[in-house]
């Protein structure tokens, strides 16, 4: 491999100073942003070259030296020398597992592969970029603390790590005031770089780390070469997690409140592994890794990696069976199926959903007529601060249907029909700004959907249904000047429908008690496939009565097998569901199959549970025992699930639970059962 392709590139643009027009206080406001995963592909000087990464397992030796010169010997193994090791390697995994990531051709990672010591070697992959109220929507009222905000003490002493694109750490959510020294355990650092001191840490953001090694020099250009932030994404996450509280927040006006972290008492460690500005950050497989591995060495108590699609899950795995929480994010790429990403067993993956807030806006037609739609729109005027004019129905807004209409300075109807609006609505707004249009009327299927307007930039866009959109559209043949008019002020829009409703209860119902709805085209009744075990009550988890436990060493013959099948695998690997997980699945139900599981009593030591079941349609379910008595002796039982079909139908996932309960707690798991005749489509053709 060719020498000193890697190397530093600074960034020519200076940090940003108090006072320029984007060096702003930045809190946290739960506008979703994720990373989506896609190939990544590295100009090198010769373009045979790609970053692989070689997963090694568990340490071999305690001391991290002693680890590094291990993976230089495998490798040397393969590239005749360890000069040429020492120039392939980028970054060496030594702290909590073993691996590294080096610059190889095909032929020597399949080289590689067949060594005996190595379980995997797999390219590295690149990541790409794609509120104030949430926490009281779940039931964690700073204001009147709930038993388990009291019991954290807020997150005191936690420490947090956030591997993103960096931090902004000027922002008032990461103000250290009130905070006590930086904890002794800590073993991090702060890694000084671009527009960034060691000044920059402090008792909030108490370590830094940067990884630039392997990421496109074009995102470097563009980005500080140290923790610092030029993304937002990472400052944005990193307050949600754990932000200090910063009161009399909004968003131009829109939804006042205090913001704060779900652990606002936590301390925060930097690990920026993606890089550049906008949707055209990056990151790679191999810098997440490296971050993980730091953060391992750290002490750090949990891991939050809103990144999608994390493929190399070994690391979250071996920081799980270190003792360290790891959560990922489930993607932004719904609402469709099967796009749900890091879907690992060891981490825990949070989704998005609604919440108890609505920003109602009225279209106020010439006739005086109101209509109300939903806009983050904070305005009355547009942009060029004159007022709007005739509306125009311009279709879906492709180029065809604006195709000799004049919009011009004029409010556009769009109406996505059975398009996605996060496909469509891009496209519909970019063409109407061009054509001159000063206001876009969105209509899709439902107007909760509001992240498709975070393009908008002042220009006023507003959601609203397909049925007002009818009313709109029938009204355009007469039309008169519209006004959209933002109502700023709580709940005084409609009230039957307060904009704030909470609802604390963990179920499987929305904040109303009706079924929660998938936003998917159609919009159906979700199931587990769509919302896993329902909307989550922190205050109900920290006190659950029981546990569906167990032992991170478990997952070791389920991982390993997973990305290395072998013969024993398949003598000896039971079907999953057997791990013991809070959910069952059975993708394959023909014969009667029975599933165990295992509950820790963590509540009162003398109680008695009761089964009861919901049966997935066409299945026939038994629990046994039914019952489950407890005491000081008997903590732990484990049970078993019998499923039986009641048809012979190659058949979809059908879906019911299993509930737990005694008089004070009701503990409650999702079943997903396919009934299934041949293994192949075809078989059954």
């Given at each position: 491999m060719p020498n000193g392709y890697w190397h530093d590139s600074h960034s020519e643009q200076p940090p940003l100073a108090i006072g320029h027009p984007h060096y702003q206080e930045q809190v946290a406001l739960t506008l979703v942003v994720e990373y989506h995963l896609v190939d990544a592909t590295f100009l090198m000087l010769e373009a045979s070259y790609r970053l692989y990464i070689a997963y090694l397992g568990d340490r071999k030796h305690a001391r991290p030296d002693d680890v590094v010169a291990s993976h230089h010997d495998t490798l040397s193994s393969v590239l005749g020398s360890k000069d040429e090791s020492l120039s392939s390697i980028i970054y060496n995994y030594k702290h909590g597992f073993s691996g590294f990531a080096a610059m190889l051709t095909a032929e020597q990672a399949e080289q590689l592969a067949e060594l005996p010591e190595v379980i995997s070697v797999q390219r590295s992959r690149r990541y790409r970029t794609a509120t104030t109220r949430s926490w009281d929507f779940l039931g964690l009222d700073y204001q009147k603390p709930s038993?388990?905000?009291?019991?954290?003490?807020?997150?005191?002493?936690?420490?947090?790590?956030?591997i993103d694109t960096g931090i902004w750490p000027?922002?008032?959510?990461?103000?250290?005031?009130?905070?006590?020294?930086?904890?002794?355990?800590?073993?991090?650092?702060?890694?000084?770089?671009?527009?960034?001191?060691?000044?920059?840490?402090?008792?909030?953001?108490?370590?830094?780390?940067?990884?630039?090694?392997?990421?496109?020099?074009?995102?470097?250009?563009?980005?500080?070469?140290?923790?610092?932030?030029?993304?937002?994404?990472?400052?944005?996450?990193?307050?949600?997690?754990?932000?200090?509280?910063?009161?009399?927040?909004?968003?131009?006006?829109?939804?006042?409140?205090?913001?704060?972290?779900?652990?606002?008492?936590?301390?925060i460690a930097v690990y920026k592994s993606v890089w550049g500005r906008g949707g055209a950050g990056s990151g790679n497989s191999a810098t997440v890794l490296a971050a993980i591995d730091d953060a391992m060495h750290d002490g750090v108590d949990v891991l939050s990696l809103s990144l999608e699609v994390q493929e190399n899950s070994f690391g979250a795995l071996h920081a799980v069976q270190k003792g360290i929480t790891v959560v990922y994010a489930a993607g932004?790429?719904?609402?469709?199926?099967?796009?749900?990403?890091?879907?690992?067993?060891?981490?825990?993956?949070?989704?998005?959903?609604?919440?108890?807030?609505?920003?109602?806006?009225?279209?106020?037609?010439?006739?005086?007529?109101?209509?109300?739609?939903?806009?983050?729109?904070?305005?009355?005027?547009?942009?060029?601060?004159?007022?709007?004019?005739?509306?125009?129905?311009?279709?879906?807004?492709?180029?065809?249907?604006?195709?000799?209409?004049?919009?011009?300075?004029?409010?556009?109807?769009?109406?996505?029909?059975?398009?996605?609006?996060?496909?469509?609505?891009?496209?519909?707004?970019?063409?109407?700004?061009?054509?001159?249009?000063?206001?876009?009327?969105?209509?899709?299927?439902?107007?909760?959907?509001?992240?498709?307007?975070?393009?908008?930039?002042?220009?006023?866009?507003?959601?609203?249904?397909?049925?007002?959109?009818?009313?709109?559209?029938?009204?355009?043949?007469?039309?008169?000047?519209?006004?959209p008019q933002p109502l700023n002020r709580s709940c005084d829009f409609l009230q039957s429908y307060p904009c704030f409703i909470l609802h604390t209860e963990a179920s499987v119902t929305d904040e109303r008690g009706m079924p929660i709805l998938a936003e998917g085209v159609p919009r159906k009744i979700a199931d587990p496939f769509d919302y896993g075990s329902g909307n989550i009550n922190p205050n109900r988890a920290a006190d659950p009565g029981l546990i569906y436990d167990i032992d991170p060493t478990d997952y070791n013959k389920f991982f390993a097998c997973t990305?290395?099948?072998?013969?024993?695998?398949?003598?000896?690997?039971?079907?999953?569901?057997?791990?013991?997980?809070?959910?069952?699945?059975?993708?394959?139900?023909?014969?009667?199959?029975?599933?165990?599981?295992?509950?820790?009593?963590?509540?009162?030591?003398?109680?008695?549970?009761?089964?009861?079941?919901?049966?997935?349609?066409?299945?026939?379910?038994?629990?046994?025992?039914?019952?489950?008595?407890?005491?000081?002796?008997?903590?732990?039982?484990?049970?078993?699930?019998?499923?039986?079909?009641?048809?012979?139908?190659?058949?979809?996932?059908?879906?019911?639970?299993?509930?737990?309960?005694?008089?004070?707690?009701?503990?409650?798991?999702?079943?997903?059962?396919?009934?299934?005749?041949?293994?192949?489509?075809?078989?059954?053709?």
């Open positions: 038993e388990l905000l009291r019991r954290s003490n807020h997150g005191q002493e936690i420490i947090i790590g956030i000027e922002s008032r959510s990461f103000s250290d005031e009130g905070y006590g020294p930086v904890p002794a355990r800590w073993k991090g650092v702060c890694q000084v770089g671009e527009g960034w001191g060691s000044n920059n840490c402090s008792r909030k953001i108490i370590g830094a780390r940067f990884y630039h090694a392997g990421v496109d020099e074009d995102d470097l250009k563009i980005d500080y070469l140290s923790p610092r932030d030029a993304n937002g994404h990472g400052t944005h996450t990193a307050s949600t997690a754990a932000g200090s509280v910063v009161e009399a927040v909004s968003f131009h006006g829109l939804a006042a409140g205090t913001a704060r972290g779900f652990s606002p008492r936590a301390r932004n790429s719904g609402p469709v199926p099967q796009v749900v990403g890091n879907t690992a067993p060891w981490v825990i993956t949070v989704a998005a959903s609604k919440i108890d807030r609505s920003f109602p806006t009225v279209i106020t037609l010439g006739d005086k007529t109101q209509i109300v739609g939903q806009s983050m729109y904070s305005e009355g005027k547009n942009s060029s601060g004159s007022t709007f004019k005739l509306l125009v129905d311009g279709g879906l807004c492709t180029d065809n249907d604006l195709n000799g209409t004049d919009i011009k300075g004029r409010v556009v109807l769009c109406t996505s029909l059975g398009i996605p609006p996060l496909m469509l609505f891009p496209v519909a707004l970019k063409n109407v700004l061009d054509a001159g249009g000063s206001g876009l009327i969105f209509a899709q299927y439902t107007t909760d959907i509001l992240d498709v307007t975070k393009n908008c930039n002042g220009t006023a866009c507003v959601l609203v249904d397909l049925d007002t959109a009818q009313l709109i559209s029938s009204y355009i043949s007469g039309t008169r000047n519209s006004i990305i290395k099948t072998s013969a024993s695998c398949n003598a000896t690997m039971l079907p999953r569901y057997h791990l013991n997980l809070p959910s069952i699945a059975v993708p394959d139900l023909r014969d009667p199959t029975t599933v165990s599981r295992t509950v820790r009593n963590v509540g009162e030591v003398n109680a008695v549970y009761h089964a009861e079941i919901q049966c997935p349609p066409g299945v026939k379910m038994v629990v046994e025992p039914s019952v489950l008595v407890f005491d000081a002796a008997n903590k732990v039982h484990t049970f078993k699930v019998s499923f039986s079909p009641l048809w012979k139908l190659q058949g979809d996932y059908t879906f019911g639970s299993l509930t737990w309960h005694n008089d004070n707690k009701s503990v409650r798991i999702p079943i997903a059962v396919q009934i299934t005749i041949q293994d192949f489509y075809a078989d059954v053709a």
